[in-house]
């Protein structure tokens, strides 16, 4: 079973900026495809950004654009996400998540099986 380690999270004041990364122990068809998903208190979560491992084509939800960035370093088989402009609205657990395809990340948390344990972000006022 591939496993999805998080790390970068932490607690950092509003217009700041995080990274978060995660890591695969390894590469197999069904982490094709990773992305990050975020979950804040009450709330469902939320789909934040995916990759295609292999070409790099990416997705970021519309609240993010310009502000998160998510790029890949096959070599390590490490996916991150840059986090800039950060605004306490963005305080959630972020969990990262694999699947085959980029549509299957694209598609929401319900249909992904491989996840990351989280990682929590603060973004203080």
């Known amino acids: 079973q591939v496993q999805l380690v998080e790390s970068g999270g932490g607690l950092v004041q509003a217009g700041g900026s995080l990274r978060l990364s995660c890591a695969a122990s390894e590469r197999t068809p069904s982490t094709l495809a990773m992305g990050w998903f975020r979950q804040a208190p009450g709330k469902e979560r939320e789909f934040v950004a995916g990759i295609n491992r292999s070409n790099g084509a990416t997705s970021h939800a519309e609240p993010m654009k310009g502000r998160f960035t998510i790029s890949r370093d096959n070599a390590k088989n490490t996916v991150y996400l840059q986090m800039n402009s950060l605004k306490p609205e963005d305080t959630a657990v972020y969990y990262c998540?694999?699947?085959?395809?980029?549509?299957?990340?694209?598609?929401?948390?319900?249909?992904?099986?491989?996840w990351g344990q989280g990682t929590l972000v603060t973004v203080s006022s």
């Open positions: 998540a694999a699947g085959f395809t980029l549509g299957s990340i694209l598609k929401g948390p319900s249909g992904l099986e491989v």
